[in-house]
């Protein structure tokens, strides 16, 4: 009798096991389906602005002063607790300003622009400790069992389309810039004007803490990569201003350069007796924009259970 009664006791601890095991592991797949809300501040990165000294690349000239904040709004599907998709909509503004700068030549160039950006973006999320989420059930004198707060690390990368337009302020007011061609766009010898939709490629580190199965919240630290120079509506050099204005009005002149003084030359254009011209650098064109995200989301893991069911022991 004993024998029979240790058999079916063991019996009954490995299905418990066995149950438990194979419930924890599929566990993830009823929390699939995850809406995020989240807000912070974002960094400009490109030739306005700046630190002191010769203008940098990305966040080697970072700019504090020129911070402004950004909305997320997102939904992500776990396909796997190692790994995710998401789609999010990114709205806010990015701005930059030469009087920030400790450079002479930027603060003398004496150029600013604000934007509103909208940022349409798909990622996808890598979880190298494998994404969890909290115990269902708090089962009383059961170590292990109580619910406590998940700490999720993770990396993600994507595409993302975006949108912006540069604005310049001249005397109290701010004018849309690209259809100034502040840059001699559409006139003899130069480029068209540029677009003001554009791709950017989004790469950052987050972490997550899950604070029950469906509510947590997290931080992201992130960059963004573009394939524009034009964020600020600032690129290469400058072009014969009385060509700009013939085209494009007077205010267009005065927004493409404001030089604090011009006698210093370095802005402009310079006009030699032979009919050659040097035209001035204005930005650099080497390096496209970026700009840089610290958002703080709150995110709801949404249930797909119908019912609950209680294990039964």
């Known amino acids: ?10 019996v009954f601890i490995s299905n418990s096991t066995i149950f438990g095991q194979s419930y924890q592991s599929k566990f993830w797949k009823r929390y699939r389906h995850e809406f995020r809300f989240g807000i912070g501040p974002a960094t400009f990165m490109g030739d306005l602005g700046g630190q002191i000294g010769p203008g940098k690349h990305f966040i080697e000239d970072f700019d504090i002063q020129s911070t402004r904040f950004m909305f997320q709004l997102g939904y992500k599907y776990i396909i796997h607790p190692y790994f995710s998709v998401r789609g999010e909509i990114t709205m806010g503004m990015l701005s930059g300003d030469d009087t920030h700068s400790g450079n002479d030549i930027r603060r003398n160039r004496n150029l600013n622009f604000r934007t509103f950006l909208f940022e349409i973006a798909a990622m996808g999320e890598f979880y190298p400790l494998k994404e969890r989420v909290s115990h269902l059930y708090r089962v009383s004198g059961v170590k292990g069992k109580k619910k406590n707060v998940i700490v999720n690390p993770y990396i993600f990368g994507g595409i993302a389309l975006i949108g912006f337009n540069p604005k310049g302020e001249l005397n109290g007011q701010w004018y849309a810039l690209q259809p100034f061609g502040t840059e001699g766009q559409d006139l003899d010898g ?7 939709i554009n791709v ?17 919240v997290g931080i992201e630290l992130s960059g963004r990569y573009t394939l524009s120079d034009y964020i600020d509506d600032v690129s290469t050099s400058y072009y014969h201003n009385s060509a700009i204005q013939q085209a494009y009005g007077n205010e267009a002149a005065q927004l493409a350069d404001k030089a604090i003084d011009p006698s210093l030359g370095w802005t402009g254009v310079i006009d030699y007796g032979d009919g050659r011209s040097n035209y001035l650098q204005r930005g650099d064109p080497n390096y496209t924009d970026g700009y840089l995200f610290a958002i703080i989301n709150v995110h709801y893991r949404l249930s797909t259970f119908k019912k609950r069911y209680i294990p039964k022991f």
Not at 2 to 8: A, D, E, G, H, V
Not at 205 to 214: E, L, M, P, Q, S
């Open 1 to 10: 009798m004993k024998r029979i009664t240790y058999i079916l006791l063991l």
């Open 190 to 196: 130069r480029p068209k004007k540029y677009s003001r």
């Open 200 to 216: 950017a490629f989004p790469l950052g580190i987050g972490v997550k803490f899950a604070i029950d199965n469906n509510w947590g």
